[in-house]
């Protein structure tokens, strides 16, 4: 074949060969000069559109954040107003029961309670139907005031309803501070206007808040009266408080604006442009505005873009530069490479002749078709460097033998693409003899493109020894990569390490998602573990969410713990399941060995230990095996048994811990707290039972147990005093917890707001959403939800929003401590948050009168401790109501 195309005259085919090559080079390096062109052009346009993107992302942050904003200031300024029109509304009974002595000093007592009671209020006046002060809070006796020309007077007067009025804030002649001016028409019996109540409301509350809120450059917070008139503002401007901007040409823009919908326009008191969002204050002629300025909200981006062009300029200079030179090289290259070469194209093999050292004097055109590469790369260097290292041997062996006159038949091993991947080649030899003396003086190596045949060999292994989903070895290689670790060890007494690991709340993005979300997360997972590891590790899945790893030739055994922790930080970053953003954990107990003295299965049952003690210990971290543990482990499958026995059995009881009043002793309520004596062991503390209960599920029957009994106890205590019962987080995550709830209501006939149900922070934690949902059906009941050792776990006041909670119980841990001045402001602060949330607040852990007394100066309502009765058996429970105070006998 090739003679008959060397007899084709020189005249044909040499102008069809140098055409096809200058064709060849000039398209080449005009993609080259075209690709510094689209390089000009597209990474300019990419930078542009990033920036403009960063700026309507800019806008969209400060829209987001001042409505954000907007609702908190909207929240604040209703409860504010919500809880000043409560004294009000009092104060309205008031005068109503002292309409004849409306000057006595007894009903200036009454009022002084009722301004002792909020600090934002300076005074309380109330007038007669001509405005004149008969009644007064702050001083006595009452002062010549009259109020008929304030506008907050003339407008009560003028309305048929009970709505309430605001005025414009005015210096408090008392305090001199500014001041908000709060009022509620008065009426006598036939419904005719007699007066006003009217409060005076520290503006310094909204500034304090506001001020407190505004951490942002530019931001300016304010509250306004509905016909446009300045409240309050931070950053405080006094030549603008109590100014009316209902004149202003801006004004109408703003009033029109829905509520906490952003919107672009100029300040009323600014003057600048910004964004600005309004809640308008339901019930209440009020709103608040939150608004940031927009030279601020773009100056982020503006110092972006300064750095994006200088980087997007440079990087367009140093880019068209290097095209532009490669494209002349280029050129200057294949115009000098004018060798031409007629070659064997129509081969679906390549052909390589060459001579017994196997440098190819030619390589046939189908070399660019299977392998990517021109002949031309490859005469100068040969097949061999191509050839997967691995591989070389084999071709060495195979060569001697043909050689040598055998007949080894084809040789199977990897060539190199030119992108980098290995393709299968199936290569057959013969010799080029000389006619004369029958000895060979070159060979010709046929090569045959066999990857799919061997691909389909290789998936059909690879699926014996990995799993499906991810990819990853699976049970059958895992044991095998960790027999050859053992024996390597045991050869040279080095270091090694087996996990067992357990993705945490799989199971719940599974249900929630669908198994394909939850196939995608395994996945992502695999992939993430694989990363972390080293090449030589192996990472197998056992089915489910459950993974192994054996890391062979650890420099120390310090280095297992450290792979660990990078392990659950890689998991844990946030995954992207089709747009939904979920995390997940995972637990990890590994084992480590030296030498080959330990079997395989007793490393795997090792590391499952460790892991059962990583769960236990939260989740989403590590432990190590030690023999401690797994004889911890067999003790704590004893006593899960000795509890089954133990409820049978009916040795559980119910012991009651009383709380009292804190004022007065009275008790109000007893916690009942669960007691096991075991018939070997004695006492258990719950400590040690009830974790070993909710592992069980056996803390499901115990629960339905405690409320019978509490409920069935309860019955027996006046009908004032409660009975607070704990509820841990498995009986909130499963179905039945209303059910026996209202089983134990039924059955003892006690009223649901006698039964006070308390959880802890963790426990809401751990499925906030579920948590919620079923302390809302509970609450719905009419049943008390307290949230118990508030203080200590993952505190926040979203929680307390979002939550039906009734009390807060503060932690015995700040109790002991609140002779502390730290410890006292964290519990003056529960105490004033409990009450801004209508929460009652207990102190638990009262020991001391000292700690009484400190508890009582803070504000607390109930308390709870050693002080006043150690937990109690029910009679002696029963019995402790008949003694006098619990503070006296204290």
Not at 497 to 516: E, T, W
Request: aromatic residues 6%.
């Amino acid at each position: 074949m090739i003679a008959s195309r060397l007899r084709i005259p020189f005249g044909l085919w040499m102008p069809r060969v140098l055409a096809r090559c200058s064709l060849r080079t000039i398209g080449y390096g005009q993609r080259l000069r075209l690709s510094a062109l689209a390089v000009g052009i597209i990474i300019p346009a990419f930078f542009g559109h990033t920036l403009w993107s960063h700026r309507t992302l800019e806008f969209i942050d400060a829209e987001r954040e001042v409505a954000n904003t907007a609702l908190t200031l909207k929240h604040h300024a209703a409860r504010t107003i919500e809880i000043t029109d409560e004294r009000l509304q009092i104060v309205t009974s008031l005068v109503a029961l002292h309409a004849r002595d409306l000057g006595s000093e007894a009903m200036h007592i009454a009022l002084r309670n009722q301004l002792a009671r909020s600090h934002d209020l300076g005074n309380i006046v109330v007038t007669d139907r001509d405005g004149r002060a008969v009644a007064e809070a702050a001083v006595f006796p009452v002062r010549p005031l009259n109020m008929h020309e304030r506008d907050y007077f003339q407008k009560l007067r003028g309305q048929i309803d009970d709505s309430l009025a605001i005025g414009r804030p005015i210096i408090g002649s008392l305090s001199g501070k500014p001041m908000l001016p709060i009022a509620r028409r008065l009426v006598g019996p036939d419904g005719a206007f007699i007066g006003m109540v009217q409060a005076m409301l520290d503006i310094a509350s909204f500034q304090a808040v506001y001020d407190a809120v505004d951490n942002e450059p530019g931001a300016i917070l304010s509250l306004w009266r509905a016909d446009g008139t300045l409240l309050a503002r931070s950053p405080h401007a006094a030549e603008t408080i109590g100014r009316n901007f209902a004149a202003s040409d801006n004004y109408r823009h703003h009033a029109a604006t829905g509520d906490t919908k952003p919107f672009w326009a100029t300040g009323l008191t600014s003057g600048n442009e910004r964004v600005i969002a309004h809640g308008f204050v339901e019930g209440y002629p009020l709103y608040v505005a939150a608004s940031l300025s927009k030279d601020e909200v773009l100056t982020p981006w503006r110092r972006l873009a300064l750095t994006q062009g200088i980087l997007g300029g440079g990087l367009v200079l140093v880019l068209v530069s290097t095209l532009l030179l490669l494209a002349r090289e280029t050129e200057r290259r294949q115009v000098a490479n004018t060798r031409i070469r007629l070659l064997a194209d129509n081969a679906t093999d390549i052909l390589v002749i060459g001579d017994l050292d196997l440098r190819p004097d030619y390589i046939s055109p189908a070399v660019q078709t299977i392998l990517g590469y021109e002949p031309e790369d490859l005469l100068g260097r040969g097949m061999i460097d191509i050839i997967h290292p691995e591989d070389r041997m084999i071709v060495a062996a195979h060569w001697v033998q043909t050689k040598a006159g055998e007949n080894p038949g084809p040789c199977s091993v990897r060539h190199l693409h030119k992108d980098g991947q290995f393709v299968w080649m199936e290569a057959s030899v013969s010799f080029v003899t000389d006619p004369k003396n029958g000895r060979a003086t070159g060979a010709i190596v046929t090569l045959r493109d066999v990857t799919i045949r061997r691909k389909a060999e290789e998936q059909m292994r690879h699926m014996a020894l990995h799993d499906a989903l991810t990819g990853l070895p699976n049970r059958t290689l895992l044991h095998d990569r960790l027999n050859q670790a053992i024996a390597y060890a045991d050869r040279t007494q080095s270091t090694f390490a087996v996990m067992a690991c357990d993705l945490d709340r799989f199971k719940a993005i599974n249900d929630s998602l669908g198994h394909p979300a939850g196939d995608a997360l395994l996945r992502v997972v695999a992939e993430r573990m694989q990363a972390v590891l080293r090449s030589y590790d192996t990472v197998a899945r056992l089915g489910g969410d459950e993974f192994a790893i054996v890391l062979p030739h650890l420099a120390e055994p310090c280095s297992a713990n450290a792979i660990a922790n990078r392990l659950i930080a890689a998991v844990s970053e946030p995954i992207d399941l089709d747009g939904h953003k979920v995390e997940i954990g995972v637990s990890i107990g590994f084992t480590v060995c030296t030498g080959g003295d330990v079997g395989a299965d007793e490393l795997f049952k090792r590391a499952d230990i460790a892991l059962y003690e990583a769960k236990a210990a939260g989740r989403s971290t590590s432990r190590e095996f030690c023999a401690e543990a797994g004889a911890r482990i067999a003790t704590h499958g004893q006593l899960g048994l000795d509890m089954k026995e133990a409820i049978r059995r009916g040795e559980f009881r119910l012991v009651y811990q009383p709380v009292v009043q804190a004022d007065t002793g009275t008790v109000v309520a007893f916690e009942a707290l669960m007691r096991w004596r075991h018939p070997v062991r004695g006492e258990i503390s719950p400590a040690v039972f009830i974790p070993v209960a909710e592992e069980t599920g056996l803390i499901v029957p115990l629960g339905v147990w405690a409320l019978q009994e509490a409920c069935r106890e309860a019955m027996h205590w006046p009908a004032h005093v409660r009975v607070a019962v704990n509820v841990s987080a498995v009986q909130l995550r499963r179905e039945g917890l209303e059910t026996a709830v209202l089983a134990a209501l039924a059955a003892s006939g006690l009223s649901p707001n006698r039964l006070k149900l308390e959880v802890t922070e963790s426990v809401l934690m751990q499925d906030a959403d579920a948590a919620l949902a079923c302390l809302h059906r509970l609450r719905g009941l009419g049943v008390l939800i307290a949230l118990d050792d508030f203080g200590t776990g993952y505190s926040s006041l979203s929680y307390l929003r979002r939550f039906p909670f009734d009390r807060l119980k503060i932690d015995r841990a700040f109790i002991r401590d609140i002779a502390d001045p730290d410890a006292a402001a964290i519990v003056r602060a529960v105490v004033s948050l409990g009450e801004r949330l209508g929460m009652g607040i207990v102190a638990e852990g009262v020991e001391t009168a000292e700690q009484l007394d400190l508890v009582r100066q803070e504000g607390c309502h109930e308390v709870q401790g050693f002080l006043f009765s150690r937990p109690l058996p029910a009679d002696e429970a029963l019995a402790y109501l008949q003694l006098p105070s619990a503070l006296v006998a204290a």
